[in-house]
């Protein structure tokens, strides 16, 4: 059983930057893929960043303002975004699997969120 717990959601202005926390404890090898998914009021969750936990290899949605990164000692995946716009308001959710991928279906565990809202 793996458990992960976002935070570090908040309230900010356009064109600032917030970094996301996931705390992750249980089996370490059924969550050897860290991913950000992000869902925005009235639309389906979409794919934000991945990575992979043992290799450091990364995959996303757009490169440009999204930089994920881990710290294994810790447990703990990040996900830096940078130059927010007021789109990017969304429920953040931090998942773990074993495989790194772009789609919900591959990733077996998910956190409760975190709250992301960008507004002047």
């Known amino acids: 059983q793996v458990t992960l717990v976002e935070s570090g959601g908040g309230l900010v202005q356009p064109g600032g930057s917030l970094r996301l926390s996931c705390a992750a404890s249980g089996d370490t090898y059924s969550r050897s893929v860290m991913s950000w998914f992000r869902q925005a009021p009235g639309r389906e969750r979409q794919f934000v960043a991945a990575i992979n936990l043992n290799d450091g290899g990364t995959r996303y949605v757009d490169p440009g303002r999204f930089t994920i990164s881990r710290d294994n000692a810790k447990n703990t995946a990040y996900l830096q975004i940078d130059t927010l716009k007021p789109e990017d308001t969304a429920i953040y959710y931090c998942?773990?699997?074993?495989?790194?991928?772009?789609?919900?279906?591959?990733?077996?565990?998910w956190g409760q969120g975190t709250q992301v809202t960008v507004s002047s």
């Open positions: 998942a773990a699997g074993q495989t790194l991928g772009t789609v919900r279906r591959v990733y077996i565990y």
